[in-house]
């Protein structure tokens, strides 16, 4: 008896030992021939910046968010009579072609300033080339032998000049003018882009109050003139930002 106990104790211990060494192996292997890859733990070493925001930045950031918010609920609730203006959008119609700004930004009323305005220059540049070049085609003809002065042929008033040096004066004269106005049809031309512009931006909602546009009817000198047309009329505008 003795014999047989020492020996069911033996086989206990060993049946023990087999069980112990199946559970290290399950937890080892998931599958059968597969084993599993210990994870490996990597530092977060990325440099951590401190994001400093403006006020002026805050400022563009919330009147785009305003822009934005507005812009979906009138979507959102359907009003199909309320319209955001894009200030680039407009500039970019009256470059392209004069008054489209101000059609855009239904500011119907200001088209007969705007043609009005370009028409006018354009037909000073107009009037004053053609003087210039009948003056100059005369002072030409006269100094070359080919005519001579109070020629009926020439036009623009050159067929009433009785001397050369007159001739010479009328051909500095108009270029000198010729000259200015196409200084003017910029300025008309530019001052119907920032006027589109700046109406676009304070239409709907003013998101600078800094802004301030101011226009008054003025004479403005003539560079080069102090007898004849000293001034002229004109509009000065000045934009102030504070």
Known sequence: MKNLYSYLAGFALLAGSLLSNYRVQAQVFTSPGTTATPTTIVPDTTER?????????????????????????????????????RPGKAAMLALVLPGAGQ?????????????????GVIYGEWYYQKHYSDFA?????????????????????AEKVKSVDA?????????????IFYLYIGLAYGLQIVDALVDAHLQDFDVSDDLSLHW???????????????????????????
């Open 49 to 85: 910046r401190e994001v400093v925001v403006t006020p002026a930045a805050k400022k563009q950031k919330a009147a785009a968010d305003s822009a934005k918010r507005t812009e979906h609920m009138f979507r959102a609730f359907g009003f199909k009579g309320i319209r955001l203006t």
């Open 103 to 119: 059609i855009y930004n239904h500011r119907y009323w200001k088209l007969p300033l705007v043609y009005g305005a370009l028409g």
């Open 137 to 157: 085609y005369a002072y030409n003809q006269v100094t070359d032998g080919k005519k001579k002065v109070l020629d009926p042929d020439f036009k623009s008033g």
């Open 167 to 179: 001739l010479n004066s009328g051909v500095i004269f108009y270029r000198g003018y010729r000259d």
């Open 216 to 242: 008054e009817p003025k004479m403005m000198a003539v560079p080069g003139q102090t007898s004849f047309l000293p001034t002229a009329p004109g509009v000065m505008f000045a934009l102030r930002v504070k």
